[in-house]
């Protein structure tokens, strides 16, 4: 029997954006799905009928990997869950090459739906950014820091309520308030079995919050927001991130859920490596002004910002590769010191470092080439060209 020949993809005279900092004007070869040679000896080994991508004067960087993405272009997870593989297939035009499908407070059914939709995988000749697992953001948070979640469908955490919540099953990560009665033993099983869990919408003291990360919390969800503000006196769960090393903090460098003058500081009380971009997009994202919803809610999108009618902020419309050049802009991180709250961070949080988030031979070849200004130039998932700017 022929065994298919797997394409090979060569790309050349590019800066490469490594683990240990930049090879300058060199080479990277991809086979099949995976990363095979970097630097001069990918020139050597590739074929002579190879798929060549000239760089010159571009990055190569890991594929960005989006932890807290609510929907787009029109759709949203938590309403229609089916609508995750529509979403996925657009988000390469902005860097994205995995995400985690984000399922806010809800019924457990539409949950259950999401962990379906993933478990039933594409429908036939799909191609796109890869769904990772779902993020639960909700729905076991304090009503006092709802922002904009229901209420009607807030809950106390239990074990029972999470009893298939796991990454075999499609969850990935879970954000929770840790001071709510029950929450720690929620965050204990959730974290013996290889779920992120994460400390957001809570009003958590720093004690609470110390109780917290010592159960299994690693995360902390779009810090600042729904959260009690910083005391001198008492930092409360924002002052328990920042001063924690363990503890990665979520960040929406936006300039509207955080103001740039502290997403300065955040980023230089816990360093590059501990900090991670997300989007927390909505189904506005890719669309223009207009009213959408956030699973059952209405939301007005205006260019500047996306809210309930209440004037409650709920969820962003910025993309990821715009996310890059604001948090150069905000914090004055050059690309190669950005990148790895993008890439590497996420996936180390997810376990799945040695597979995704850096230039390694033997990871998967999801990459995206950058302009020097961070502008997305041409995005590569499982080693195959999926968006190429015009």
Same mark, same amino acid.
């Given at each position: 029997?022929?065994?298919?020949? +797997?394409?090979?993809? &060569?790309?050349?005279?590019? /800066?490469?954006?490594?683990? /240990?900092?930049?090879?300058?004007?060199?080479?990277?070869?991809?086979?099949? *799905?995976?990363? $095979?040679?970097? @630097?001069?000896?990918?020139?050597?080994?590739?074929?002579? *009928?190879?798929?060549?991508?000239?760089?010159? @004067?571009?990055?190569?960087?890991? @594929?960005?990997? %989006?932890?807290?993405?609510?929907?787009?272009?029109?759709?949203?997870?938590?309403?229609?869950?089916?609508?995750?593989?529509?979403?996925?297939?657009?988000?390469?035009?902005?860097? $994205?090459?995995?995400?985690?499908?984000?399922?806010?407070?809800?019924?457990?059914?539409?949950?259950?739906?999401?962990?379906?939709?993933?478990?039933?995988?594409?429908? %036939?000749?799909?191609?796109?950014?890869?769904?990772?697992?779902?993020? =639960?953001?909700?729905?076991?948070?304090?009503?006092?820091? +709802?922002?904009?979640?229901?209420?009607?469908?807030?809950?106390?955490?239990?074990?029972?309520?999470?009893?298939?919540? !796991?990454?075999?099953?499609?969850?990935?990560?879970?954000?929770?308030?840790?001071?709510?009665?029950?929450?720690? /033993?929620?965050?204990?099983? &959730?974290?013996?079995?290889?779920? $992120?869990?994460?400390?957001?919408?809570?009003?958590?003291?720093?004690?609470?919050?110390?109780?917290?990360?010592? !159960?299994?919390?690693? #995360?902390?969800?779009? &810090?600042?927001?729904?959260?009690?503000?910083?005391?001198?006196?008492?930092?409360?769960?924002?002052?328990?991130?920042?001063?924690?090393?363990?503890?990665?903090?979520?960040?929406?460098?936006?300039?509207?859920?955080?103001?740039?003058? &502290?997403?300065?500081?955040?980023?230089?009380? +816990?360093?590059?490596? +501990?900090?991670?971009?997300?989007? *927390?997009?909505?189904?506005?994202?890719?669309?223009?002004?207009?009213? #959408?919803?956030?699973? %059952?809610?209405?939301?007005?999108?205006?260019?500047?910002?996306?809210?309930?009618?209440?004037?409650?902020?709920?969820?962003?419309?910025?993309?990821?590769?715009?996310?890059?050049?604001?948090?150069?802009?905000?914090? @004055?991180?050059?690309?190669?010191?950005?990148?790895?709250?993008?890439?590497?961070?996420?996936?180390?949080?997810?376990?799945?470092?040695?597979?995704?988030?850096?230039?390694?031979?033997?990871?998967?070849?999801?990459?995206?080439?950058?302009?020097?200004?961070?502008?997305?130039? =041409?995005?590569?998932?499982?080693?195959?060209?999926?968006?190429?700017?015009?």
């Amino acid at each position: 029997m022929m065994t298919a020949t +797997k394409h090979t993809l &060569l790309i050349e005279h590019a /800066d490469l954006y490594l683990p /240990d900092g930049v090879l300058p004007q060199e080479a990277l070869l991809v086979t099949g *799905d995976r990363i $095979v040679a970097i @630097g001069p000896a990918a020139r050597h080994l590739a074929p002579a *009928d190879a798929e060549r991508i000239d760089g010159t @004067g571009l990055a190569v960087a890991p @594929g960005f990997i %989006d932890m807290q993405l609510n929907g787009g272009f029109g759709h949203d997870f938590t309403a229609a869950p089916e609508s995750i593989w529509a979403v996925a297939a657009r988000l390469p035009t902005s860097g $994205v090459t995995a995400f985690l499908p984000t399922i806010i407070t809800s019924p457990l059914a539409q949950v259950r739906r999401g962990q379906a939709t993933l478990a039933g995988g594409p429908p %036939d000749g799909w191609r796109g950014a890869q769904p990772l697992g779902l993020h =639960c953001e909700g729905p076991f948070l304090n009503p006092a820091r +709802k922002g904009a979640h229901n209420p009607a469908h807030l809950r106390l955490p239990t074990t029972e309520a999470v009893a298939d919540w !796991a990454p075999e099953n499609g969850v990935r990560l879970v954000t929770l308030a840790p001071e709510l009665p029950g929450a720690l /033993d929620v965050v204990r099983l &959730l974290a013996a079995r290889g779920v $992120v869990v994460s400390a957001g919408h809570s009003m958590a003291t720093w004690e609470e919050a110390e109780a917290g990360f010592a !159960a299994g919390i690693t #995360y902390a969800t779009h &810090l600042f927001n729904a959260m009690p503000p910083l005391e001198h006196r008492q930092p409360n769960l924002p002052g328990a991130v920042l001063g924690h090393p363990q503890i990665t903090a979520g960040l929406i460098p936006d300039g509207i859920h955080v103001h740039p003058a &502290l997403v300065r500081m955040i980023w230089y009380a +816990k360093g590059a490596g +501990k900090v991670n971009i997300v989007t *927390d997009a909505m189904g506005a994202l890719g669309m223009p002004p207009g009213r #959408y919803v956030i699973a %059952d809610q209405e939301v007005i999108v205006t260019v500047q910002d996306s809210r309930l009618p209440s004037g409650t902020l709920a969820g962003a419309t910025i993309t990821m590769d715009e996310a890059l050049r604001r948090l150069m802009a905000f914090t @004055g991180a050059t690309l190669a010191e950005a990148l790895p709250s993008f890439t590497s961070v996420p996936a180390d949080l997810l376990r799945m470092g040695s597979e995704r988030g850096r230039l390694l031979a033997g990871a998967r070849a999801d990459l995206v080439l950058l302009t020097k200004a961070g502008e997305v130039h =041409c995005t590569i998932i499982g080693g195959e060209v999926l968006y190429r700017a015009t």
